[in-house]
């Protein structure tokens, strides 16, 4: 069956180092990978979108890569700020599907 | 900036109980898209809606839910006979067009079944 992986352990990284969060996912084909923001009791937020053609995006401190030969992608956040601290989702979506599919999420401490 | 809405933020109902949930989406986004996320786990996907018809539904949507855009604006989820395990936090989102593919969601409306 389908699966996505994320880190479930919480990662907690120091201000100003790189964060890195990976999305592993087995027996899906996606054309499209999003990579979201939650905070809690809140919606998904839109943060970033690759194509399977593409290898990596950028959006000012965020990067993206994609990989469907590892069937992975990682998600990075330069120069990170307590700011940034929330559960990063990353969702699938295939080219016969309009909906998503979400990961469970890694949730993401920056401390001062 | 636009962004999607829905009430109520949280809803309190008894087991059998009808509940609608209500959306607007962005107003110039042309799909949308009802998701839950039970609590500590995954945001899952329920219905898709293009057109004026559902365009794609999970296993979870089964009969006891429907979806409806009575109006330019909003658009609505109803749980017929709410059961316990209805209990989630409920997302509606939307997309602009066709060759978009970011989906912008609510803050969400929590749905307590007791």
């Known amino acids: 069956s389908q699966k996505i992986e994320q880190n479930s352990e919480a990662l907690n990284i120091q201000e100003g180092k790189t964060a890195t969060l990976t999305c592993n996912y087995t027996?899906?084909?996606?054309?499209?990978l999003q990579w979201y923001r939650q905070d809690p009791g809140r919606g998904p937020v839109f943060l970033l979108l690759i194509r399977e053609n593409e290898k990596e995006k950028r959006k000012e401190r965020l990067k993206v890569t994609f990989d469907t030969t590892l069937k992975q992608s990682l998600f990075h956040i330069t120069a990170s700020q307590p700011a940034d601290s929330a559960t990063y989702l990353c969702?699938?979506?295939?080219?016969?599907?309009?909906?998503?599919?979400f990961g469970t999420g890694t949730r993401l401490q920056v401390f001062p | 900036e636009p962004e999607v809405t829905q009430t109520p933020s949280h809803q309190v109902t008894q087991m059998g109980q009808e509940v609608i949930l209500r959306c607007v989406p962005i107003?110039?986004?042309?799909?949308f898209y009802w998701y839950r996320q039970i609590l500590g786990q995954k945001v899952e996907f329920l219905v898709s809606?293009?057109?004026?018809?559902?365009?794609?539904k999970s296993e979870i949507f089964d009969d006891q839910f429907s979806v409806e855009r009575p109006d330019g604006s909003n658009f609505t989820l109803k749980i017929r006979s709410t059961k316990l395990e209805d209990s989630a936090m409920y997302f509606c989102?939307?997309?602009?067009?066709?060759?978009?593919?970011?989906?912008?969601f609510g803050p969400g409306t929590r749905l307590t079944v007791t």
């Open positions: 107003s110039n986004h042309l799909y």
């Open positions: 989102a939307s997309r602009y067009r066709q060759g978009t593919y970011e989906q912008y």
């Open positions: 027996n899906y084909s996606p054309a499209y």
């Open positions: 809606f293009y057109n004026n018809e559902i365009s794609e």
């Open positions: 969702a699938l979506r295939s080219y016969n599907t309009d909906k998503l599919i």
